[in-house]
């Protein structure tokens, strides 16, 4: 089934857009289509009465593919998206750079270990951790945890 080009309508078409995914034939319908931005399409109106579709003011539950004993499950990671305190730290530029050259490198173990010299890393990575994973005895504020060592001073 052969397809004209939707900017000349006059030869077949041979390639796609990658954003809008106009079907077009050469190098000069090409350019024709660039002149004006184009837009990816609309995605596909989901209905709630088909397996897979969300009724309204339901949230979407994503699917964890490949999980390990690792995996976080999905409800303590909500909870990194209504830390106040994380939110806070993601409006550092600096903290978001890093953040992405962890995310971009090809070693990201060694990423890592550079980012956690960096003291507001280190504090972003203790705030999920705490969230993710609290610790048991862990003191509920930094006064219990002042108070704990002078007393072991003496």
Known sequence: ??????????????????????????VVCYKKHQEQPCEPPPPPPE??????????????KKIILFSTVDTVPAEK????????HL?????????R????????????????????????FVEFADECLRL???AEDEPERLDDLVFTNLQHRR
Request: glycine share 6%; with cysteine; charged share 25%.
């Open 132 to 134: 993710v994973e609290p």
């Open 87 to 95: 939110k806070n730290l993601l409006y550092n530029p600096h903290l």
């Open 47 to 60: 209905d709630a009465s088909k397996p897979g579709g969300v009724a309204e003011g339901q949230q979407q």
């Open 1 to 26: 089934m052969s397809r004209l080009c939707e900017i000349c309508s006059v030869s077949e078409h041979k390639y796609r857009c990658k954003t809008c995914r106009l079907l077009y034939c050469s």
């Open 77 to 84: 990671l909500e909870l990194l998206g209504q830390s106040e």
């Open 97 to 120: 750079r890093l953040l992405t050259e962890v995310d971009n490198a090809r070693d990201g173990m060694n990423a890592v270990k550079v980012a956690m010299m960096e003291p507001l």
